[in-house]
């Protein structure tokens, strides 16, 4: 099974989109989103040094649209993609490209999106100097525990051996001065304490905004930043995403997901790298490949024809008269009481449950409709993104689907 990761802020270095502006057609593309997003991306991503691209409000609509515009050229029709896609996850801002990859977003929704995110996170920054800094090795419980005595969050929990905290720069040089046992300390290259309460004035800015976008559900399985969880709701994820800039990236239980599902090969978005590292401290076993310039295509899509088996690909990348039910992770399925085939169901009402030994997560129904058949029994173990249930969508008086 293939999957296909986008990074996050922290990833860019000066001048990594030159090799992909000799490109013609990613050039044109990167100007159409410099124009979306209000900013030159060509210069940012060729001739701006590091401390600039340094800044929040220029770093993340770099990150989503060299992430975007590499996945056409892998990918220049989107539904082969998809058809070879079996999960797509981003870290972070990344979560954003993935959104736009798997369809829940347009091009340029990302990019207006993104541009919000990283403007409002830069200003919600500058009201107190605020940072981020990696925790390697040590033990998990000593290192998360120190993070907490110092006031600090665990912004990011990227599996073993690597904890981000997060907090003002007077707590961060407090954990510094008494760091964990067996730990290294890393100060990472960002302006704010992201994922963490210091963003709420992003959030609000960001929820408001965020009720006038129209979403597509995903075409290949999504994971997302909060819980590793598949999220088969386009709207679902897009307030995900509104949340996320608030709360910790638990990328460590993405992993976990992939896993699950049996991943075979990842392949991390430009600027690659990060992910894939961290991929193969976590994820043993499985290749991966870090794509960072064209001339990596070719070997990028043998990657891609090798893991990319049409067999393993996402039941949600079709568009037929019913709708599938998907579960959200790896456990036991519990069908809810009265659910059976015939059952006319609101849309979000509750089709079970499913449990694994770290919690219990409803399932709800993505809209409103008929239980037309089961596709698990009751006690059924199950896995992310399997199908569970087919419903035929409600309609409305007119005739068209509510």
């Known amino acids: 099974m293939l999957a296909i990761v986008a990074p996050g802020q922290g990833a860019q270095t000066p001048g990594f989109l030159t090799p992909w502006l000799a490109e013609p057609q990613f050039a044109d593309r990167l100007n159409w989103l410099s124009t979306v997003a209000g900013i030159d991306l060509a210069h940012y991503g060729t001739e701006a040094d590091a401390e600039t691209i340094r ?28 058809r070879r896609t079996g999960v797509a996850a981003g870290h972070s801002v990344g979560e954003i490209t993935a959104a736009a990859a798997t369809g829940v977003l347009s091009a340029e929704q990302a990019m ?149 599902l049996g991943v075979t090969g990842l392949l991390e978005l430009p600027p690659a790298g990060t992910l894939t590292g961290i991929a193969k401290r976590n994820l043993k076993g499985i290749e991966l490949f870090a794509l960072n310039t064209p001339d990596q295509l070719p070997a990028a899509l043998e990657f891609v024809a090798k893991h990319g088996d049409s067999a393993w690909a996402s039941p949600m990348n079709s568009t037929p008269s019913w709708m599938l039910v998907v579960s959200p992770s790896k456990g036991e399925f519990r069908k809810a009481e009265g659910v059976s085939t015939g059952s006319l169901l609101a849309a979000g009402a509750a089709v079970g449950t499913v449990s694994n030994s770290r919690d219990s997560t409803t399932v709800p129904s993505t809209g409103g409709g008929t239980v037309t058949e089961w596709l698990v029994e009751d006690g059924d173990p199950v896995s992310p993104g399997q199908p569970l249930l087919r419903l035929y969508p409600a309609q409305d008086s007119s005739g068209a689907d509510a």
């Open 55 to 82: 800044d929040t409000a220029i770093a993340q609509p770099l990150l989503v649209a060299s992430g975007l515009l590499v996945a056409l050229q892998l990918f220049p029709s989107p539904a082969d993609g998809f």
């Open 112 to 260: 207006v999106f993104v541009r919000e995110r990283g403007a409002q996170m830069a200003l919600a920054s500058a009201a107190r100097p605020t940072s981020m800094m990696a925790v390697i090795g040590g033990d998990q419980a000593e290192v998360l525990a120190a993070i907490e005595a110092n006031g600090l969050t665990a912004a990011n929990n990227n599996g073993s051996g690597q904890i981000v905290a997060a907090g003002t720069v007077e707590q961060l040089a407090a954990l510094s001065e008494n760091p964990p046992a067996k730990a290294r300390l890393i100060q990472l290259s960002v302006a704010g304490a992201f994922h963490t309460v210091h963003m709420e004035p992003a959030v609000a800015h960001l929820a408001h905004l965020s009720r006038a976008i129209s979403t597509h559900d995903p075409r290949t399985r999504l994971l997302s930043n909060a819980d590793g969880q598949v999220v088969q709701s386009g709207r679902e994820y897009l307030a995900r995403l509104v949340r996320q800039v608030a709360n910790p990236v638990r990328w460590d239980l993405c992993l976990q997901t992939m896993a699950d």
